[in-house]
């Protein structure tokens, strides 16, 4: 204790002798200006793959565009090429300063133009890039810059972006900024800001910390130069200053090594995002002429005995995998959309993000970083040994671009504290990874280095990952407690469609085409009570692929349904039981299948609930059904019985307790029926469901009445409960009426909604009438036939036509257009467009909507 006590009064003293003596401002002069560009002028280049690159005339057509934006945006399908158009203007004055173009993304080959004259190319869609534009700008006049950016195929071979695991999308997709600094300047080394932070020597007295700056002088002069860093520490305290003069010759550069000791550091660690600053200035007589801040955090990361120690403690690893894709713009995300993203992940309570496959932007490590996330960082080769035919020759072999990119992730990405290991690719060829991965460890030795495996094995990483499926592509999901198969993953996980459903305790799946939740819910119950309760240790990495959907060609053609959250950005079931297991301290209560709205099946099929609480009550239709605890739950055939020889485990029909699991096997009545639970900590949850029934009793203050469809196949159900953004619109769950909502506008929030099955099938083409029982508005929404430009699909004509033949039918009786433009999903899952009429009825009206063969649902909001 007396040791203890001595060395907290050390470090105080220390740290109060470094305030004295050291420079500390918490608001720096800004030197450097950095303008983003954010709009643009686009137009298709249109040229031969591979010709030479001929810039548009002056005839050429463009249109405006914001960046981030890819060529999607534009209505143009990812392997294509297209022009952006810029405007600079230095003043006259300003000769002697530097100009840089900085590209935080740009997919996949960018080569840039002033004034039609080419400055350089950059090649790589994930790494950034910058460009001294200086030398070819007029000062005292506009100048036009032009980016010429390509993702044709041949044009973009070997960039480590052209995968079947994902799209890359061509386009300026992440930021543009121009920089402009000082003659002498700190300069920005393989597109990183130029200042390297690498803390060592960490102990809990001291660590230091080394500082790196590339420094050039661009100018036709020798520059003497004084380069200082001031390090301020996460609690904003000053911890020191360190400078070192220099002579640059003219047009010369120069690697500065700086060196901070830091007493008694303040360790960055999972949750705890305690970062240094170091401000690093280049000062020219007397003068501040450039300046560049950057942050890292002091840890250490180990492997001992297999298992992962960061600053000396043991981690099991557990976390999501992420790709940077939004349903709406593809890959062309806002920081806005990425922070929203971060917040879900913290929110779920995972330790660690596999940002797969590729680099990511800066921002996203950043909050990595500041959140105290462990980060697994992935280079781009992925998925090539899927590839066949005359694609099996990408990236077959190491590339000196494939190698550019890999180095460029290092170092772009060197101060990020979050980034504990490096990829050298994923489910690819075996002595590519094998070279990339020396790559990556002559670079940085600080850091693990990995692999995500489907079977291949580089031997030169610190351990080889896997990304194991049983249960989904082969064997069961009782398999997943095989070791060493699955010590490390890197990857699992199973897909899930909203509108997909099979009783309780059904084992039935086809990958691509029925993935019902209630199976994936089983599947995902398994794994999360092996690695929380059963086996912890045993299972020291674990990666659930993915956090949210992507677009992929697997799921009917348009993406991967195995995300914890739909593309639109609805959780799914297993989110929750997830963040039960993760947060134990978070209160958890959550119904499951609340989308399974209307159920065919046997009324005492039961009812589902994921929480961390002792204990859960149930109540239908207000009686309670009773109280359960935690850990009663039974998952059905998953029992592990070892036989006489003890060479292999049986798995049997009755089964593995899993905690957090709630199960009651309680009688929904015909019709209507309100589910409620509370947990022992008075924390309470509710939905409505409807049971199928000989007879479906109506409510007597319902506002539908006497409703009727004119097809006895396709009988209409009021659902009185307010429609979900992201959820359902039809009835049906056996994958033959996949249409769900989108975002809902304001005007249709808190509506119930008639379901029926999918009235675009021409099957169910049927008449709907029904009686208003009190005063409401009445909502159609329809298909328009058209589509999102992002979806590059071409008008359904008959969609249309049909559109436009309900449209008047509505609007003789009575119906008026809202001006409501909104969007939705086809059971094909693509966006489409909608539109919506209105009505306003009194009791006793009636209403009658007449048959047309597209998607659409009548909505009713009570006055």
Not at 178 to 201: Q, R
Not at 264 to 292: F, K, M, S
Not at 427 to 445: G, L, M, Q
Not at 697 to 712: A, G, H, Y
């Amino acid at each position: 204790m007396k040791s203890r006590l001595l060395f907290a009064l050390a470090c105080t003293v220390i740290a109060s002798v470094v305030l004295l003596y050291t420079y500390a401002t918490k608001n720096p002069p800004e030197i450097r200006s950095i303008t983003q560009l954010k709009t643009w002028q686009f137009t298709e280049d249109t040229s031969e793959e591979n010709a030479a690159i001929v810039l548009p005339q002056a005839n050429a057509s463009w249109t405006t565009v914001e960046s981030p934006h890819c060529f999607r945006l534009s209505d143009l399908p990812e392997k294509s090429a297209g022009f952006y158009r810029n405007k600079i203007s230095p003043e006259a004055t300003e000769q002697g300063q530097s100009y840089y173009l900085f590209l935080e993304g740009a997919g996949a080959v960018v080569d840039v133009f002033v004034n039609g004259e080419h400055v350089g190319q950059h090649k790589g869609a994930y790494t950034a890039c910058w460009f001294d534009l200086t030398p070819k700008l007029h000062f005292g006049t506009e100048n036009e810059l032009i980016l010429r950016i390509t993702n044709r195929d041949l044009e973009a071979t070997n960039c480590l972006s052209q995968s079947n695991l994902f799209y890359t999308n061509g386009g300026l997709y992440r930021s543009a900024w121009l920089v402009k600094t000082g003659g002498v300047h700190i300069y920005p080394d393989n597109g990183s800001y130029g200042v390297y932070l690498t803390p060592g020597h960490i102990s809990e007295e001291q660590a230091e910390l080394g500082i790196t700056a590339y420094v050039k002088n661009s100018l036709n002069d020798e520059a003497k130069a004084l380069v200082r860093s001031h390090i301020t520490g996460p609690d904003g305290k000053a911890v020191g200053t360190v400078e070192k003069e220099i002579t640059l010759p003219a047009q010369a550069n120069e690697v500065v090594e700086l060196q901070q000791n830091i007493p008694c550091p303040i360790l960055w660690d999972v949750h705890q995002g305690n970062l240094y600053t170091v401000r690093t200035e280049v000062i020219v007589n007397g003068e501040t002429v450039d300046a560049v801040t950057e942050q890292t955090g002091i840890r250490t990361i180990v492997m001992k005995d297999k298992d992962f120690i960061l600053n000396g403690h043991k981690v099991l690893v557990r976390g999501v995998c992420k790709h940077h894709q939004d349903e709406h713009v593809w890959n062309a995300m806002s920081n806005e959309q990425l922070q929203w993203e971060m917040d879900g992940m913290m929110d779920l309570g995972v330790n660690t993000v596999r940002l797969a496959h590729y680099p990511h932007s800066r921002f996203e490590y950043r909050l990595t970083d500041q959140n105290g996330l462990l980060v697994w960082a992935e280079n781009g080769l992925a998925g090539h040994r899927w590839d066949k035919g005359e694609r099996a020759q990408r990236e077959s072999k190491p590339t000196p671009v494939g190698e550019q990119i890999t180095r460029e992730m290092v170092r772009q990405n060197w101060n990020h504290p979050s980034i504990v290991f490096w990829s050298s690719g994923n489910e690819t060829h075996d002595k590519t990874a094998h070279y990339y991965a020396d790559v990556i460890r002559n670079e940085d030795s600080t850091r693990l280095v990995t692999y995500a495996s489907a079977g291949e094995k580089p031997d030169n990483v610190d351990f080889v990952a896997g990304n194991t499926y049983q249960g989904w592509y082969w064997a069961t999901y009782a398999d997943f407690s095989e070791l060493p198969t699955n010590e490390y993953v890197s990857e699992t996980g199973a897909g899930a469609w909203t509108t997909h459903h099979v009783p309780y305790g059904t084992v039935q799946w086809s990958v691509d085409s029925f993935e019902p939740a209630e199976y994936t819910q089983m599947f995902s119950e398994y794994r999360f009570q092996t690695i929380f309760r059963n086996n912890p240790d045993g299972h020291k990495m674990f990666l659930w692929w993915n956090f949210r959907e992507f677009f992929d060609h697997k799921f009917k053609n348009n993406r991967n349904t195995k995300g914890l959250l739909t593309l639109g950005g609805m959780p799914k079931d297993h989110y929750y039981l997830f963040q039960s297991f993760l947060r134990p301290e978070h209160p958890v209560l959550h119904l499951c299948d609340r989308d399974y709205f209307y159920r065919q099946i046997d009324p005492a099929n039961g009812i589902k609930v994921y929480s961390n609480a002792q204990n859960v009550e149930l109540f239908v239709n207000g009686a309670s059904q009773g109280i359960l605890n935690n850990g009663a739950y039974t998952l059905p055939g998953t029992a592990e019985v070892t036989p006489p020889n003890n060479d292999t485990i049986e798995r049997t029909a009755d089964g593995i307790v899993v905690d957090n699991v709630f199960f009651w096997k309680a009688t929904l009545q015909p019709g209507k029926n309100v589910v409620e639970v509370r947990d022992n900590r008075n924390h309470t949850a509710s939905m409505v469901i409807y049971q199928k029934g000989d007879t479906m009793p109506v409510s007597e203050d319902s506002p539908v009445v006497d409703l009727q469809s004119s097809n006895p196949e396709n009988p209409a159900l009021y659902i009185e409960r307010p429609i979900k953004a992201q959820g359902p619109i039809y009835y049906e769950v056996d994958g033959s009426s996949d249409n769900t909502f989108d975002s809902l506008p304001t005007e249709l929030q808190g509506s119930s909604w008639i379901a029926t099955k999918r009235l675009s099938d021409a099957a169910n083409h049927t008449n709907l009438t029904f009686t208003i029982g009190k005063a409401a508005r009445i909502y159609v929404v329809y298909s328009t036939g058209s589509f999102p430009t992002s979806t590059l699909r071409n008008t359904d004509e008959q969609t249309a036509k049909e559109a436009t033949a309900l449209e008047a039918d509505l609007l003789n009786a009575g119906f008026t257009d809202t001006g409501i433009a909104g969007i939705w999903r086809g059971h094909d899952l693509w966006l489409a467009d909608n539109k919506v009429l209105v009505q306003k009825a009194r009791r006793g009206d009636q209403i009658t909507i007449p048959a047309h063969t597209l998607d659409y649902v009548v909505l009713i909001k009570p006055e």
